[in-house]
């Protein structure tokens, strides 16, 4: 029992830590994307328009986050008055398509399943963000969120035209300022790394109970179990494999290795998938993050999503591997 309990301190520790890095790294990284480039990112992804979606979705498949570290940026672009739909079609797509996970998927499964994978994933989020942009986000969002996204919002200010003198004053000023734009980008830095260390404080809570549920849930459920009952239920499997999956935290990354030992005891394919999905795209450490931004009404729509998904397209698979589709 020491020993299980001494293996779950160093799942939770390692968890903690990772996740600390990375969302410090990420959110610092995204602070200074949005400092340098708001206005071309409004610009790339504020019209409610179908591309939008698209592109959102391909910036999601081009960054190779968990479901976890995809919080910082989603948090900036819901701030930047990015559409609610776009910026779910980034949430949804992020942690399930990226190059690392085709690459492993290719190699391990085939470009047939790969392909089809990114397409109905694509597809999927496509109409489910598409649906979901119809309502306001205010219900769908915290408070308090709401009232850091308003104290975050870009202020436009008129500038009035000015005659040849005040011209020169400017240039003149402009020139002085630079003088001191090493110091003043140090500043900067530095201000933008304290204000994300203060919104790393405020999560810490969060962290720490969703790596500890993680941890525990991951200590105690060997893959002994997933083996014998994921072969046991056959078609339900797929069902079964997708709600284990949202129990875990696990990137997709480590799901794969553990769904080709699986698929060598004799779990299906479909229900491999559908618990690739499901760990991947849902979690509850992520979903304990995911508090910060949203009411519970968004939650559960938002699990009952990457379920669907992950239960649909392992069943799909099943199916076209009995068919020999």
Not at 89 to 102: D, E, K, M, T
């Amino acid at each position: 029992m020491l020993e299980k309990l001494l293996e779950i301190f160093k799942i939770f520790i390692f968890y903690f830590v990772e996740i600390s890095v990375l969302f410090i790294a990420i959110a610092f990284i995204v602070a200074l994307l949005n400092q340098k480039f708001s206005k071309k990112m409004e610009r790339y992804l504020s019209a409610n328009s179908l591309l939008s979606y698209i592109k959102a979705m391909f910036l999601g498949a081009l960054t190779p986050f968990c479901s976890c570290s995809t919080i910082p940026l989603l948090s900036a672009l819901l701030k930047a008055r990015v559409s609610f739909g776009v910026s779910v079609a980034y949430l949804l797509v992020s942690p399930l398509v990226n190059p690392i996970i085709i690459t492993m998927l290719v190699i391990s499964f085939g470009l047939k399943l790969s392909l089809f994978y990114i397409l109905f994933i694509f597809v999927f989020v496509f109409i489910f963000s598409l649906s979901i942009s119809k309502f306001d986000s205010d219900k769908f969002l915290n408070k308090d969120f709401i009232k850091e996204k308003q104290n975050t919002a870009p202020k436009y200010h008129n500038i009035s035209k000015q005659n040849c003198c005040q011209t020169k004053i400017i240039n003149f000023s402009t020139q002085k300022q630079s003088l001191n734009s090493n110091s003043q980008t140090k500043s900067s830095y530095k201000d933008l790394f304290l204000k994300v260390l203060k919104d790393y404080k405020k999560i810490i809570p969060y962290i720490v109970i969703g790596m500890g549920i993680g941890a525990l849930i991951h200590g105690f459920v060997p893959k002994e179990f997933l083996q014998t009952y994921l072969q046991e239920f056959e078609i339900f499997s797929v069902v079964i494999a997708a709600f284990v999956g949202v129990l875990l935290y696990i990137r997709v990354e480590a799901i794969i290795p553990i769904g080709l030992s699986l698929m060598d005891c004799g779990v299906s394919l479909g229900a491999v998938m559908s618990f690739l999905i499901a760990g991947g795209g849902c979690s509850l450490p992520e979903l304990i993050l995911l508090k910060r931004i949203f009411k519970m009404n968004f939650l559960l729509i938002f699990i009952s999503c990457v379920l669907f998904i992950a239960i649909i397209f392992g069943v799909l698979i099943d199916i076209g591997i009995k068919w020999k589709i």
